[in-house]
């Protein structure tokens, strides 16, 4: 048998760029990505097939402090990434907001380093948004904070926005791969089902558009999918999705004056919806409130956001 695998995990801090990473690793949208932490919510997995290797990597939630049941579980899908793994990547930002020093790394980062030396599992540094850095001596402070702390396999600065250093990073994963079947067929991207990808694609343009604390109070579930034909017997693919908010003041922010923002959410929606299908898109919006749904199991459990469960 000549075929080679490997499980790669994706940790870092929120917002340092995994799921950018995965996308750009993988060529396609796979996870959804936003300028406001913790936009992925649960552990996932995105799939590159390359003749006889196939690499399986796992994006995960950034770790952070837990504030509710939600953010408990998030933690968990982290810990759970960890499981049955080839090798960990850890992803910091290389224009961090706050200065970085071997003494001070982030305490998420602490904890995370910690726990993949614990498991003993092979690390590598991935150095992301290095096209925001100015001086080249920028990148060589952050790297000698890093890997004071820990023995990393290798070190890769990379821009997961322009490209820039990810075949590098590539080669170095390619060192994990284990003679082993391929758990996916070759055209998979992903282990999301289609129905939470779109939910996730709607998800991501409330956080888009929306201000800080809205989008994070938000959960995306749909009602009704199912595919007819229009007039000209082209395939429509029927989406019928509630955005659950919880507040009454969410709930009139999302519509927005005469459902403007619920429009705009729509239309950026349905544009994406559409190219991952290949086909026209209808799509229909409703907006409900469920009060302190981010503490409530049964709920976290219904908009599939257990990933443990
Ligand atoms: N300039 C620049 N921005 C980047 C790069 N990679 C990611 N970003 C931006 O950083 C922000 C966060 O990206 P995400 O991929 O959502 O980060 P994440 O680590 O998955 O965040 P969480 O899911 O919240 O943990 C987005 O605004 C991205 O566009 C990069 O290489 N360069
Ligand atoms: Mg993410």
């Known amino acids: 048998m000549s075929s080679k695998s490997a499980f ?24 959804i990505v936003s300028d406001k932490p913790q936009t992925t919510r649960t552990r996932i997995m995105g799939v590159l097939t390359e003749g006889e290797n ?15 049941l939600l953010d408990d579980k998030m933690n968990k899908a982290i810990s759970s990434g960890l499981g049955d793994i080839n090798a960990a990547v850890l992803v910091v930002d290389a224009a961090p907001a706050f200065k970085i020093d071997a003494e001070n790394l ?42 004071a702390n820990f023995e990393f396999e290798a070190v890769v600065p990379l821009s ?26 070759e055209d998979d991207f992903t282990d ?32 009704r999918f199912f595919e007819t034909d229009n007039k000209s017997g082209e395939p429509i693919v029927n989406v019928e999705a509630v955005i659950y908010c919880e507040r009454d ?7 927005g004056k005469g459902g403007n923002m619920l429009k705009r959410v729509g239309t950026l929606a349905r544009g994406d919806i559409e190219k991952f299908f290949g086909t026209k898109v209808s799509l229909k919006l409703w907006v409900k409130v469920k009060e302190n ?13 257990d990933s443990l469960s």
């Open 8 to 31: 790669i995990a994706l940790l870092g801090r929120a917002n340092v760029g995994k799921s950018s990473l995965l996308n750009s690793i993988i060529g396609t949208k796979v996870s």
């Open 54 to 68: 196939q690499f399986v990597f796992i994006d995960t939630p950034g770790f952070h402090k837990p504030r509710n």
């Open 106 to 147: 982030p305490k998420a980062e602490t904890v995370l380093l910690e726990s993949i030396k614990s498991k003993n599992i092979p690390c590598v540094l991935a150095v992301n948004k290095i096209d925001l850095l100015d001086k080249k001596e920028e990148l060589f402070d952050i790297i000698t904070a890093y890997t």
């Open 160 to 185: 997961a926005k322009t490209g820039d250093g990810v075949d590098i990073f590539k080669t170095e994963i390619s060192k994990f791969l284990k003679p082993s079947p391929h758990y996916f067929s």
């Open 192 to 223: 999301q089902p289609e129905k939470t990808f779109v939910c996730e694609i709607i998800r991501e343009k409330l956080l888009m558009l929306l201000s800080k604390e809205v989008p994070h109070g938000i959960a995306v579930d749909i009602e």
């Open 249 to 255: 003041s969410h709930k009139v922010i999302v519509i």
């Open 293 to 305: 749904w981010r503490n409530r199991e049964g709920l976290i459990r219904s908009f599939g956001l």
